[in-house]
């Protein structure tokens, strides 16, 4: 959709005398012009600019490949003994000459972009929105040159709104894919790639990390030689297949279960810091090939740089800041990043950042990290990055377009006010809803700051804001304002939808607090039911092709239909509701460690923070006193499964039956029916359900029994496994 403005006054660079007419009433005398050998996107940046021109004026412009006339737009025409630093734009007006160009054909496509933004006004909030001014008349000031290196040279924001729509992510000057200039199939976490477990491990363990006395397959031994000599040969076909390519990743998997073997560690002692071993090996990678950059991890248990190895020249150190808090800029409240971020700068001017800006494990949730993006990039660039890689969802977020947008703006210019972009493009995209939204946005992140305890994880959840910038007043007064700015635009169906899609995040945190007592919250009548809520989250989500919940597959359809199980489980009589439960094995950590998350009536989603008891390493044992002894003939117990966190189902759930509360009788044993193995999926939610014979019994106990462990083939082999529970329903 083109959103049309018109201008009272004609378009004017500045409020000079001396000025040209580029368009007078609907016609203009000048043509674009272009070189005899211009490239595709110079001849692409052409069309661009004629495209524009005639969407403000009606002024048609002939492109040509003539000799420069009198009065040209010239595109690409650079004088070619100007030394452009990598990136530069450039347009300028002199003699009535108008000539636009960039260090390279992609920078002089980038600098008509710039023109039209700056310029013209223009502005490209998404693939479909779009505010273009019209008037019939277009001045520039006479004499002027403008001219600009951006600081980042390769820019990324990691939103399918760019891969998915190359001509967007050209407008916003940002990469068209996550992995530029990267060789197909070796882009990140490669080692197991490179010396593939299955091929190696059963007659070599010896090529794997050495942990608490046994060789693992979770990372490489860094210094056996025969692991050197396969991975450079790795490397080697990898150019070969891939020539375009000039980057590839040597890096670490996606653990921390490095080796420790007596070799590996004696660097690691003497770096004081595992990236010893890692630099050590990377550099002799690097050194095999000198034309191409080698990309490496400064990730988790490598980010801290070695005390004395420096990387080589073309070894790319990519940083990754996945461990810090988001309600706050990472030099407040990520100091250790920071320190790390420093002492790489000090070894390399080779730096890519991989920076982290939504919640992985809740892509729709509020997420009040806005305010951070600006002094994150700030922060990276006066560190010498020139590489940042802004790892959003690329599936929708919660307001997904102004993310992607207000962050590709940042990367471009990082010394821009974000406010007056985030205003600038609330008003273009959600025009009489804008006060509401933005009204929206500055207090959620008011509310994050004034809670200096809250630590915004990528891998949290909801339902820790409960209390804080999620507590049950904010819901309210969130979902208030989204009313208010539905009822703004409702004869305006395009951008209702958007607004619609914005509310989603407060819809879905109204639906995950529900949870917390779903009994209640079906027969509160003070505002929308929960199943209409849940509705209108449906077919919002449908309408605007969102599928994804989270990274970990887990889907929008798996979590409707989830939920409308759960809102059917809570409208059921259960005998074991609100009854006194006794743990036999100690828990850990979630849901306060209180054993009565079993009975509560408070039911978990897909993420271990909400409502889930967990037990690391053991089983869940518990005992429910039913009170009095009841005719059962139905018992259920939920457990979930986070196969990337090591959180796995049960083997198997025992029930077990007693009177006196000393002797139990077994019921059943639950197998679980979907076994772990590499293929498992990795979120989901089983019920170990028995149903059966009547039985009276007064006390339950429940065994869960745990793996204790990670297989061989988990990227945490040998690490404890975890079991989580939740409400155990007795009929």
């Not at 600009?148 to 924001?157: A, D, I, M």
């Not at 959180?647 to 039956?657: G, T």
């Amino acid at each position: 959709m083109l959103v049309l403005g018109t201008l009272a006054i004609m378009l004017f660079s500045c409020q000079s005398s001396s000025s040209i007419t580029l368009v007078h009433n609907g016609h203009s005398e000048y043509t674009i012009t272009l070189a005899e050998q211009a490239s595709a996107q110079e001849i692409k940046a052409a069309e661009v600019l004629k495209e524009y021109l005639q969407q403000i004026s009606g002024a048609e412009f002939a492109i040509t490949k003539a000799e420069v006339t009198a009065k040209n737009i010239q595109i690409g025409l650079a004088d070619e003994t100007k030394d452009f630093q990598e990136g530069t734009v450039s347009y300028s007006v002199m003699d009535e000459q108008v000539i636009i160009q960039g260090a390279s054909p992609q920078s002089t496509l980038d600098a008509v972009y710039t023109f039209l933004e700056k310029e013209l006004g223009c502005r490209f909030y998404s693939p479909t929105v779009e505010h273009i001014p019209s008037s019939p008349t277009i001045k520039l000031a006479n004499s002027f040159q403008f001219e600009y290196t951006p600081p980042v040279s390769t820019r990324t924001v990691h939103s399918r709104l760019f891969y998915e729509n190359p001509e967007f992510a050209n407008k916003l000057r940002v990469t068209t894919e996550a992995f530029p200039r990267y060789a197909p199939g070796a882009r990140v976490h490669t080692f197991h790639r490179f010396v593939p477990a299955g091929v190696y491990y059963d007659e070599h363990p010896e090529y794997y990390a050495l942990r608490n006395g046994k060789r693992i397959p979770t990372q490489l031994c860094l210094t056996n030689e025969a692991v050197f000599e396969i991975v450079k040969d790795t490397v080697t076909a990898l150019m070969a297949r891939h020539p375009e390519a000039d980057v590839i990743s040597v890096s670490q998997d996606d653990n921390t279960q490095y080796c420790q073997c007596p070799n590996c560690e004696a660097i690691h002692e003497r770096e004081e810091a595992p990236s010893g071993s890692m630099i050590h090996f990377v550099n002799r990678i690097a050194q095999a090939f000198p034309d191409k950059q080698i990309s490496t991890l400064a990730y988790q248990y490598t980010r801290k740089a070695p005390k004395t190895l420096k990387p080589e020249p073309n070894v790319l150190i990519t940083l990754c800041s996945i461990e810090c808090d988001r309600s706050a800029p990472i030099e407040d409240n990520c100091q250790d990043f920071t320190a790390d971020l420093v002492a790489w700068g000090e070894k390399t001017d080779n730096i890519r950042i991989w920076d982290y800006t939504t919640q992985f494990t809740n892509f729709l949730a509020p997420f009040p990290n806005l305010m951070t993006l600006h002094p994150n990039i700030e922060l990276f660039v006066q560190n010498n990055a020139k590489w940042i890689f802004e790892q959003h969802s690329n599936q929708p977020s919660e307001l997904f377009e102004l993310r992607s947008y207000l962050t590709a703006q940042l990367l471009w210019d990082p010394t821009a006010n974000p406010a007056n972009i985030m205003d600038d493009f609330l008003a273009g995209y959600y025009q009489e809803a804008a006060p509401f939204v933005k009204d929206y946005i500055t207090t959620i992140h008011e509310e994050i700051a004034q809670d200096s305890s809250f630590f915004l994880f990528l891998y949290g959840d909801p339902s820790q804001g409960f209390r804080s910038f999620l507590r049950d007043d904010l819901l309210v007064y969130y979902d208030s304002l989204y009313n208010e700015a539905a009822k703004a635009v409702a004869k305006q169906p395009e951008v209702l939808q958007r607004v619609q899609e914005a509310r989603l995040s407060v819809d879905y945190a109204i639906l995950e607090h529900a949870k917390t007592d779903l009994q209640q919250a079906l027969l509160q009548s003070s505002s929308m039911p929960v199943p209409e809520r849940l509705e209108r989250f449906k077919q919002t989500t449908q309408e605007a092709n969102i599928t994804a919940m989270n990274e970990m597959r887990y889907t929008v359809e798996e979590y409707i239909q989830l939920y409308q199980q759960t809102l059917e489980r809570a409208t059921r009589p259960n005998l074991a509701s609100k009854k006194t439960v006794t743990l036999l094995e100690k828990p850990k950590k979630y849901a306060q460690e209180d054993p009565q998350a079993l009975t509560d009536g408070a039911f978990g989603g897909s993420n271990f923070y909400a409502n889930w008891l967990g037990f690391e390493g053991n089983n869940l044992a518990a005992v429910i006193d039913l009170e009095q002894p009841m005719e059962v003939k139905e018992i259920s117990a939920a457990f979930l499964q986070v196969t990337n966190h090591i959180v796995f189902f049960p083997k198997e759930v025992q029930y077990l039956a007693s009177n006196d509360g000393a002797s139990y009788r077994p019921i059943a044993v639950i197998q679980n029916q979907s076994p772990l193995n590499p293929k498992s999926k990795i979120n989901d939610i089983q019920h170990f359900t028995y149903k059966g014979t009547p039985q009276i019994f007064r006390y339950l106990k429940i065994i869960g029994v745990n793996h204790e462990v990670a297989p061989v083939w988990h990227h945490a082999a040998d690490l404890p496994s975890w079991v989580f529970a939740d409400e155990v329903e007795v009929r």
